[in-house]
């Protein structure tokens, strides 16, 4: 019997490439092809899917993550593979903390996605070591320390100093101790540039907790 995939993805383009590879093995047959994760538990819920090739940021706010994390509470038969081109490093410990099978950087292919197919249906869980290493500014994201992550995140989401502090466990002074710690390493020039930067680099990714 054939392995029925649901891709779920809002990027044509990436769409497109995963239809191509499931049309090019006999293997696997393309159960439905969706741009959005609001309704990709509501597809697994049919019958029929046994593999899902999920992205994590959809156009319309919708979230591959939160997604995944139902169908697998739901469905945990049903394999998935989260798929992304931003480098994110939350992205790859929620997956893993959701409990799904595999991880495929779009950018970095390590592994070809139809390996990873394979491997994942035979039971596999194929993940990198390590989100893609990302600059900004005058720093690379390995330059920076868990918990200045953490700030830097948090600065993004457009938090106040007294708001990271509440949400980071940590006094104002430490949180304004790590933002001078951040705009040192990086060579900007103020907080805004900060988390605007973050974002645009990919190193953050608002809305995604």
Known sequence: MPINVLIVDDQTVSRQLFETIIASSDRYRLAASIETARVADAWCARGGVDLVLMDVVMSDGSNGLDSAARIKQSYPGIKIVIVTSLPDALFLKRAREIGVDSFWYKEVQA??????????????????????????????????????????????????????????????????YHIGNLISKTGLSSRTELAVGAVLSGITTPGIK
Do not use: N, W, Y
Request: aromatic share 2%; with cysteine.
């Open 111 to 176: 592994v070809p996605m139809l390996e990873v197919m394979d491997r994942t249906m035979a039971g596999e869980h194929i993940f990198p070591d390590a989100a893609p290493v990302t600059e900004l500014g005058l720093a690379k994201s390995t330059d920076l320390t868990e918990r200045e992550q953490e700030v830097l995140r948090l600065l993004a989401e457009g938090l106040t100093d007294r708001e990271i502090a509440d949400a980071a466990c940590l006094s104002v002074t430490t949180v304004r």
